[in-house]
């Protein structure tokens, strides 16, 4: 099956920087990739996803790049503020509908 | 528009006892998944049903659970006897549709088994 590794799993950034987080996948047949936010309490909740035939998706300040050669995708935060403070994971999908998560990474957005 | 909707949204009980978790996923949606989320293990794919019919349920841990989804409005999830290692977030998600579509995550059930 696929495997999906993130990094890093804690991040912690400056009001008003920019924070990225790293996801690799295994299988080169996965072509759908979401991101998640998770708030303490709540469900994940998604922020944005991309295809694999794309390479650069953005909504507002969030924006995901996708390396399909490399295997790899990315969250890039710009601006960060402190209700972004969070954990984020990202996804792979094959064709079906099931998704492999990976293990989290928690923003810690400092005022 | 209403979203995913759990309940109960916190349980604590005996272990041994049989714990059943509910879920309604979102209207016209035909894909439903159960998670459950750990400190140690993350995120992990209990089972999931497309059109109420279970389709994968390799991640269901043991016999003691089991899944149900007897309209497209509404699923259990049984855990029979429940043991304390079974604590965790439970999550149902829901999705439109075949192939990859966005999956969307209700708010959860924590559950406590002493």
């Known amino acids: 099956g696929e495997n999906v590794e993130q990094h890093p799993s804690t991040l912690s950034v400056q009001e008003g920087d920019s924070a990225v987080i790293k996801c690799t996948y295994s299988?080169?047949?996965?072509?759908?990739f979401p991101w998640y936010k998770q708030e303490l309490g709540k469900g994940p909740q998604l922020i944005i996803d991309i295809r694999s035939n794309v390479g650069e998706k953005k909504d507002q300040r969030i924006a995901v790049t996708l390396n399909k050669t490399a295997k790899h995708f990315s969250l890039h935060i710009t601006e960060t503020q402190p209700e972004d403070s969070a954990v984020y994971f990202c996804?792979?999908?094959?064709?079906?509908?099931?998704?492999?998560f990976g293990t989290g990474t928690s923003l810690t957005v400092i005022p | 528009d209403a979203g995913v909707i759990q309940s109960p949204r916190h349980e604590v009980t005996e272990m041994g006892q049989e714990v059943t978790l509910r879920c309604k996923p979102i209207?016209?949606?035909?894909?439903l998944f159960w998670y459950r989320q750990t400190m140690m293990r993350g995120l992990e794919l209990l089972i999931y049903?497309?059109?109420?019919?279970?389709?994968?349920d390799s991640g269901m841990p043991e016999d003691r659970f089991s899944a149900k989804m007897p309209n497209a409005s509404f699923s259990t999830l049984k855990i029979q006897p429940s043991e304390p290692r079974d604590s965790a977030v439970y999550f149902c998600?829901?999705?439109?549709?075949?192939?990859?579509?966005?999956?969307?995550f209700g708010d959860g059930t924590r559950l406590s088994i002493l």
């Open positions: 209207s016209g949606h035909n894909s």
């Open positions: 049903f497309n059109n109420n019919v279970p389709i994968d």
């Open positions: 299988d080169s047949a996965s072509n759908y």
């Open positions: 996804a792979a999908s094959l064709s079906g509908n099931q998704f492999y």
């Open positions: 998600a829901s999705s439109l549709g075949t192939g990859s579509q966005p999956q969307h």
